[in-house]
């Protein structure tokens, strides 16, 4: 089986290396085994169809997309063990490391487009109406007898 490479030729899918063509990561995940390598199929999967899907992103666009997921799985992993766990605290050297992944993680989020979108709260006109002609009744604790 051959697949067009990057410049136009075509090479062998037995030629090339590992990562290239998916095998030797694909088989740290399908293992499975642990919860970081699950964790981290489910975020580069995410982080993949959040793209638009493994057939619409470009190969760097992957690469990003590992790194974020193994750093957002180290991160959590930090989280767990320095701060959730530990009676003391988490060290400065903990924090350090901490901070400096978490904003190499967002330098990668920009990198393939991660932007801030405010959600809409303002109400239907109608359900507005609708709340206006039904007000809620409140009761407090004279209204229960008490």
Known sequence: MTRPIASGQVAD?????RITNGALFARVIQNGRSG??????????LHIADLGGPDVISAGERSICRRIAAITVELEWIEQQSFALSKHGPTAEQLDLYFRGANNLRRL??????????????????????????????????????
Not at 36 to 45: H, I, M, N, P
């Open 13 to 17: 899918v037995r030629h090339r290396s």
């Open 36 to 45: 970081w390598s699950r964790r981290l199929q489910d975020l580069l999967a």
């Open 109 to 146: 989020l920009e990198s393939v487009g991660l932007k801030r979108v405010a959600r809409d709260v303002t109400p239907l006109l109608q359900d507005y109406l609708r709340a206006a002609d039904h007000p809620a009744t409140v009761t407090t604790d004279e209204d229960d007898g008490e």
